[in-house]
């Protein structure tokens, strides 16, 4: 018998042939090292004197359907341990499986047993790594999700404090008469505003969005506007803003341009206003504000007092931006902003 499985000797695995009474046929040398039984000793003895474990019901059920010609059968080390222990001292206990073929020819069975230890070493390696990172990725998503709220709590507190400022300026501009230093107010307090609205939005913000500009520019003109409501002839305003969504440090500069020029065409302006803005086909942002009220020179003289036009034309240097202005019919005011790089800011 042993000269016809001959081959099996040079496997590295071990290899065995059972007979339907369980016993054995053929002992590979692999069986031998492992088990530190010799061929001589195990051919010929009952497989189940030499592991116990071959006497459980569930197991010999398994093996029965193989001595009737069925489909092989595994015995694996998940579900029925190493049916096969090595008796070799070492530091690492070895884990075993077994695949049981039929073999027509003798009506007997050949076991194959492959050596699983690395691999159930390194599939034990994977999940403790798979836990690991899926406690680190709660850790990070645990403190992202802190991190966000305790950003929400800082804009909502500074959006807060900035109306607690609105509200001083506009109690101390209350007490003054109508002159240079009222208006001085009321412009602080609505550039403020453009502020304490952003921080709103912020406030209001989905994790890792952008703000949109078309609602907050448009709050901005509102709560100016509502300074002139109820005056003669105030102005119409007209809008047309891009549903766009900008970073929030961009979007600030545009706000505080767009609440100086609206602040300028609603005192000089005529009766009606239009503010744009759109996006420009090379990425940039384009956007326009025009009254058809009596204009002024043009190139725009810039006055010891036109503190508006000067903080717009350096918001303007800040976004990198072209800045136009043109009075011969109506205001016309247009700014160029070039696509921004993530993280750049707004600063030169």
């Not at 040079?10 to 009474?21: I, N, S």
């Not at 049981?100 to 403790?128: C, H, N, Q, W």
């Not at 709590?153 to 404090?161: D, G, T």
């Not at 011969?328 to 790089?341: C, E, K, N, T, Y």
């Amino acid at each position: 018998m042993r000269e016809d499985f001959s081959l099996l000797d040079r496997m590295p695995m071990g290899a065995f042939v059972l007979a339907r009474d369980y016993s054995i046929l053929f002992w590979n040398l692999c069986m031998e090292d492992w088990t530190f039984i010799a061929a001589d000793e195990a051919l010929g003895s009952d497989l189940r004197d030499l592991f116990p474990k071959f006497r459980k019901a569930s197991i010999d059920a398994r093996l029965q359907t193989v001595f009737a010609g069925g489909p092989p059968v595994v015995l694996s080390y998940q579900l029925h341990g190493d049916i096969f222990p090595s008796r070799q001292t070492t530091f690492v206990p070895r884990v075993r499986q077994c695949l049981a073929s039929y073999l027509p020819s003798i009506k007997g069975v050949l076991f194959s047993v492959e050596d699983r230890t690395d691999i159930a070493a390194k599939s034990r390696e994977a999940r403790f790594e798979i836990e690991r990172r899926k406690t680190v990725e709660r850790e990070l998503r645990s403190a992202v999700e802190q991190k966000d709220m305790l950003m929400r709590e800082l804009n909502h507190r500074v959006k807060n404090n900035l109306i607690m400022v609105q509200n001083l300026i506009s109690l101390e501009s209350e007490t003054l008469p109508e002159g240079q230093a009222k208006d001085l107010l009321a412009a602080l307090e609505a550039r403020i505003n453009s502020i304490s609205a952003l921080h709103d939005s912020l406030y209001r913000l989905e994790s890792g969005s952008d703000i949109k500009a078309d609602e907050y520019l448009a709050s901005i003109c509102e709560h100016i506007s509502a300074a002139f409501t109820g005056l003669p002839d105030s102005p119409r305003i007209e809008f047309s803003l891009e549903a766009l969504r900008l970073p929030s440090d961009q979007i600030l500069y545009i706000g505080l341009a767009v609440n100086e020029l609206m602040t300028n065409a609603l005192k000089y302006g005529g009766k009606k206003i239009s503010l744009s803005l759109a996006r420009l086909p090379g990425g940039g942002i384009e956007l326009v504000l025009r009254d058809d009220g009596p204009g002024f020179e043009s190139p725009l003289p810039m006055k010891p007092d036109s503190l508006g036009i000067r903080l717009v034309t350096l918001l303007a240097e800040q976004m990198k931006a072209t800045f136009e202005a043109e009075g011969s019919d109506g205001a016309f005011f247009r700014l160029r902003i070039p696509p921004m790089v993530r993280g750049e800011g707004g600063g030169s």
